[in-house]
Nanobody
Framework: QVQLVESGGGLVQPGGSLRLSCTTL????????MYWYRQAPGKERDLVAS???????DYADSVKGRFTISRDNLKNMVYLQMNSLKPEDTAVYYC??????????????WGQGTLVTVSS
């Protein structure tokens, strides 16, 4: 069974930084685009950033210039470097990946989430 596991969340003061990691466990043939989403209390889950296998990146306007998404294709991992954090960045952060088995079967994988709290 293939799964995604996030790590790196925690409590940080406004203006601080955190780096989230997401690793892929299990056998998978290939991974396409990888994503970070977040869900604040009482709100919908929103897309934060995405990255293609070749490194093409896209960001939500609210995090542009502060967050950086990256990936390691050899390790099947994706990262989110978060700088200049604000209280409104407080949320559960989820990674997502579109992946394929060797048979061509497509999977949409989600991690269990990691909590980021920005507070003084």
């Amino acid at each position: 069974q293939v799964q995604l596991v996030e790590s790196g969340g925690g409590l940080v003061q406004p203006g601080g930084s955190l780096r989230l990691s997401c690793t892929t466990l299990g056998n998978i043939f290939s991974i396409n685009t990888m994503y970070w989403y977040r869900q604040a209390p009482g709100k919908e889950r929103d897309l934060v950033a995405s990255i293609t296998p070749s490194g093409g990146q896209d960001y939500a306007d609210s995090v542009k210039g502060r967050f950086t998404i990256s990936r390691d294709n050899l390790k099947n991992m994706v990262y989110l470097q978060m700088n200049s954090l604000k209280p409104e960045d407080t949320a559960v952060y989820y990674c997502k990946a579109v992946a394929y088995y060797r048979t061509g079967e497509r999977l949409e994988l989600w991690g269990q989430g990691t909590l980021v709290t920005v507070s003084s």
